[in-house]
C-alpha cells in the first residue's frame, strides 16, 4: 500500500497556474467585448426597423395621396378631403404646401357642404402660411361658409379674432 503513495515533488518545469486577477481581467475584458457588440448590434437592427418603417410611412402618404386624387376627379369631395388630411398628417411637408393642402381640403369641405369643416380648413391654411396668390380667394370662401352657416362674415371674422389675437380681418 505504501508503494501507491507518490510523495515526490512535481517539477518546476511544469506550466504554471494562472493568476486569479489575470483571469478575472481577461473575463471582465471578454464581457465588455461582447457587449459593446450587441449594442451595436442591436443599434443596428433598430435602425434597419426604422429605415423600413420610414419607407412603409412614405408608401402608405403616397398611397393616401393618390386616393385623395382619384376620390375628387369623382365628385367625393368629403371622402377626399379626409385623405387629404391624412396625407398632410402623415407627409413631411413645408409650411408653403401644408398651406396649400388645408385649403384645397378647405375648398373640398366646402363643395360637400360642409362649412364648419371648410372654416377651419380655410382658417388653417390661413395660420400655418399666408399665401398671397389665394388670399382674394381665401377670404371669398370663407364669406361664402359664413352665409351658409347664417353668420354674418364681419361677426364671424370679430369672432375668430377674439378667439386668436393674431388674425387679422381684410
Known amino acids: 500500500m505504501k508503494n501507491d503513495l507518490n510523495t515526490t515533488r512535481p517539477d518546476d518545469n511544469r506550466p504554471r497556474r494562472t493568476k486569479p486577477w489575470f483571469a ?4 471582465f475584458v471578454s464581457i465588455i467585448v461582447l457587449m459593446v457588440l450587441g449594442i451595436f448590434v442591436v443599434q443596428e437592427s433598430i435602425e434597419k426597423v426604422q429605415k423600413e418603417q420610414l419607407s412603409v410611412q412614405r408608401s402608405s402618404a403616397d398611397d393616401e395621396k393618390a386616393l385623395a386624387e382619384m376620390l375628387e376627379v369623382k365628385g367625393l369631395h ?12 402623415r407627409s413631411p411637408l413645408n409650411k408653403k404646401d401644408k398651406a396649400g393642402y388645408y385649403y384645397r381640403i378647405g375648398r373640398l369641405f366646402q363643395q360637400g357642404k360642409r362649412y ?3 372654416l377651419e380648413y380655410f382658417y388653417r391654411s390661413d395660420l400655418t402660411k399666408r399665401l398671397p396668390e389665394i388670399r382674394v380667394e381665401l377670404r ?3 364669406q361664402e361658409c359664413f352665409e351658409k352657416l ?12 377674439q378667439k386668436n389675437p393674431s388674425t387679422t380681418a381684410p
Not at 478575472?24 to 473575463?27: D, G, L
Request: charged share 20%; with cysteine; net charge negative.
Open 78 to 89: 368629403l371622402m377626399s378631403a379626409q385623405a387629404w388630411i391624412r396625407y398632410t398628417t
Open 140 to 142: 371669398q370662401h370663407m
Open 150 to 161: 347664417g353668420i354674418d362674415s364681419e361677426t364671424g371674422e370679430k369672432i375668430s379674432a
Open 116 to 118: 364648419d369643416c371648410a
Open 24 to 27: 478575472i481581467f481577461s473575463t
